[in-house]
């Protein structure tokens, strides 16, 4: 059983920043590929970032890419999402979440088998 407990959202303007921080139980975190992914109002969760085990590969929807920055340390089990130049249509739930498989990059929700409870980020105009 994987534990992920996200913080790190919040309120903030438009072109500002905010890191979001999932932090995971047990000893295994390094074997998994993590995933961001998030949900606005009314909408489909939609994938926004993975990283590989290793930290070494990444992967980014069109709609981030450039902007949002995924990263992991693996010491501390903690997987990061840094997120500049945040737009209003950034605003949603953000959710991490582990593939235990760890070796490929998916897109789709249901490729992961660990969630975390989400923390909502606020981007205001």
């Known amino acids: 059983q994987v534990q992920l407990v996200e913080s790190g959202g919040g309120l903030v303007q438009a072109g500002g920043s905010l890191r979001l921080s999932c932090a995971a139980s047990g000893r295994t975190f390094s074997n998994y590929a993590m995933g961001w992914f998030r949900q606005a109002p009314g909408k489909e969760r939609e994938f926004a970032a993975a990283?590989?085990?290793?930290?070494?590969?990444?992967y980014y929807a069109s709609a981030v890419k450039g902007r949002f920055t995924i990263s992991r340390d693996n010491a501390k089990n903690t997987v990061y999402l840094q997120m500049n130049s945040l737009k209003p249509e950034d605003t949603a739930v953000y959710y991490c979440a582990a593939d235990t498989g760890g070796s490929y990059f998916y897109t789709a929700d249901f490729e992961y088998d660990y969630w975390g409870q989400g923390t909502q980020v606020i981007v205001s105009s």
């Open positions: 990283i590989m085990r290793s930290g070494g590969s990444t």
